[in-house]
């Protein structure tokens, strides 16, 4: 289950001035942005704008160059020691990434393994459930996501919407206090994109704090508390979907709106 808002108001995610580079190139460019336990954050722009080394910087799969990056009051990648800051091992990395989920464009599920054996997995091998506590805890997931038919069904006997759905429910399948998005619906059919919309928009009235990189204006104008707008690796603008959707400031966001709805 979501963890319960923090009495004292801070964020579940907080980045100020975040920064990261690739070789000479800038990929982010001091963002800055703050999601508070059971909000969903929405991550607008074109490809290269920046939203997915974004997510993979949150969730410790890149590194940041510059800045501070935190997650459940804890630096990102980072630990504190002496006062002074040092780089985490790759096993402290894998601890500090068990309550983030995340779900990628791609389903990345394996291939030779059942919907339920999929889901199963992660809990058995990283959280050490008992093989009965894991399958009945993946059936109810795959249960929730409207896979209750298909537990043993293989990736290759699914649609993509539904490969899609068993990615969802691996990730809940970790117990995450965060869900991670990297455009979920981009690589689906457009008579299928519904279906994981509809999981999402569930997983936001239950609470779970998300941010969600996505080119589904629909989407954001119905689940998100507020929206950023990428370009260039700089957000250019933020705010509640009623505004930064519906009557933008920026030019850039109203062009890039108008693409995308036509």
């Known amino acids: 289950m979501p963890e319960p808002a923090r009495p004292d108001g801070e964020p579940m995610v907080r980045a100020e001035q975040v920064w990261k580079w690739f070789g000479a190139t800038d990929v982010l460019k001091g963002v800055d942005i703050a999601v508070h336990p059971r909000q969903t954050l929405v991550l607008l722009g074109p490809s290269g704008s920046g939203k997915s080394t974004l997510l993979r910087c949150v969730n410790a799969l890149e590194r940041i160059d510059s800045g501070v990056l935190e997650v459940d009051g804890a630096r990102v990648g980072l630990r504190e020691h002496d006062g002074r800051l040092h780089e985490l091992t790759e096993r402290e990395l894998c601890r500090q990434r068990v309550r983030i989920g995340m779900v990628f464009q791609r389903f990345n599920l394996f291939p030779h393994m059942t919907a339920i054996e999929n889901v199963m997995l992660g809990p058995r091998r990283v959280l050490g459930l008992s093989r009965a506590q894991a399958e009945a805890e993946a059936e109810q997931l795959l249960t929730r996501v409207g896979l209750r038919d298909k537990l043993d069904a293989y990736p290759g006997q699914l649609s993509g919407g539904q490969q899609q759905r068993v990615a969802i429910a691996r990730a809940l399948a970790m117990k995450p206090h965060l869900m991670l998005f990297d455009e979920p619906t981009s ?14 928009k569930d997983l936001a009235r239950r609470g779970m704090t998300m941010i969600v990189a996505t080119h589904e204006i629909g989407f954001a104008k119905e689940v998100a508390d507020n929206v950023a707008m990428l370009d260039g690796g700089v957000i250019i603008e933020s705010g509640p979907p009623a505004e930064c959707l519906v009557d933008p400031k920026e030019e850039r966001t109203r062009a890039f709106l108008s693409k995308v709805l036509a």
Not at 187 to 200: C, I, N, R, Y
């Open 187 to 200: 690589a689906l059919d457009p008579e299928l994109v519904g279906e994981v919309l509809d999981v999402m």
